[in-house]
């Protein structure tokens, strides 16, 4: 029996119903699960905590690597169908949770964990920025991901956007793998990407913590407005005439006719050198 087969048996038996509305499209491919693991380089010391368990095959993997699981599920009929089958299977590292990933507190975590997650693709971007910008935040994701989504990640200067700038603020992002469509069931209408982030430990010691409100105050300023020159957009958002943000411009060496999607990460940061006054 295929992995897809004994999906499909799993939910006529215990009545499950895959919603595409909710992101519950199923990862039926061995070597992709291979790949997950891999990515995420998991050893008995690590705490994972992983975000749309599905039906539990990629949560028996990361228990046998792992120390201690922490899977989130928001659907009730799945997490007790999940519940039953680690019961069953007298796993004891695996810690399940019935409740949504964004009201979830990593605070309760330890200083060093891991997120592995086959992310709904409608809460893709708040779950980046949310786990991201936490205190405790994770060492390493390891994430499957609408393809566009990823790609818009690793954006260079001339396609920057804001989730690009604040993933490459905090991380280094690599696609490790794409994954079609026909790798999961229900179909998705898009094909994805394995994506891995792992995450700058020295970040916190760039900017305190009113910075870093401060750089991403300055970065939402600069991309409010896609289509307008990046100092029509400081002007406007940051209550300056042009001039004055020309010049801000000139200091951190751009040119007055720069639009927000052609600054690199490093851009931001020297403008964010010479404008803080102004944000702070």
């Not at 997950?36 to 998991?42: C, D, R």
Request: hydrophobic share 45%.
């Amino acid at each position: 029996m295929t992995l897809a087969q004994r999906m499909k048996e799993l939910c006529r038996i215990y009545d499950l119903h895959p919603s595409r509305s909710k992101g519950q499209n199923f990862l039926i491919t061995e070597s992709v699960y291979d790949d997950i693991i891999a990515a995420a380089e998991l050893d008995k010391k690590d705490t994972v905590l992983e975000v749309g368990p599905g039906l539990g095959f990629l949560t028996a993997r990361l228990a046998k690597d792992a120390g201690q699981v922490i899977t989130v599920e928001l659907d009730d009929k799945i997490s007790a169908f999940l519940r039953v089958a680690l019961d069953s299977q007298a796993v004891e590292n695996v810690t399940l949770l019935n409740q949504d990933i964004l009201r979830f507190n990593p605070g309760d975590l330890p200083a060093a964990y891991k997120i592995v997650a086959n992310l709904p693709y409608n809460i893709s971007s708040i779950f980046l920025r949310t786990f991201l910008e936490q205190k405790n935040a994770p060492e390493r994701m390891v994430l499957l991901l609408q393809k566009e989504v990823a790609e818009r990640l690793l954006a260079r200067p001339g396609k920057m956007n804001l989730l690009a700038l604040s993933v490459q603020f905090y991380s280094q992002p690599e696609i490790v793998r794409l994954v079609k469509a026909g790798n999961f069931w229900p179909e998705p209408k898009v094909d994805s990407a394995l994506v891995r982030l792992k995450l700058h430990s020295h970040r916190s010691d760039v900017y305190n913590d009113s910075e870093k409100k401060a750089f991403f105050r300055l970065a939402r300023v600069g991309f409010s407005a896609k289509r307008k020159m990046l100092k029509n957009n400081l002007a406007a958002g940051l209550g300056i005439d042009l001039k004055l943000a020309a010049e801000l411009l000139a200091a951190a060496n751009l040119t007055s006719q720069v639009r927000a999607e052609d600054l690199s990460l490093d851009d931001w940061q020297k403008l964010f050198a010479t404008a803080r006054s102004f944000v702070l």
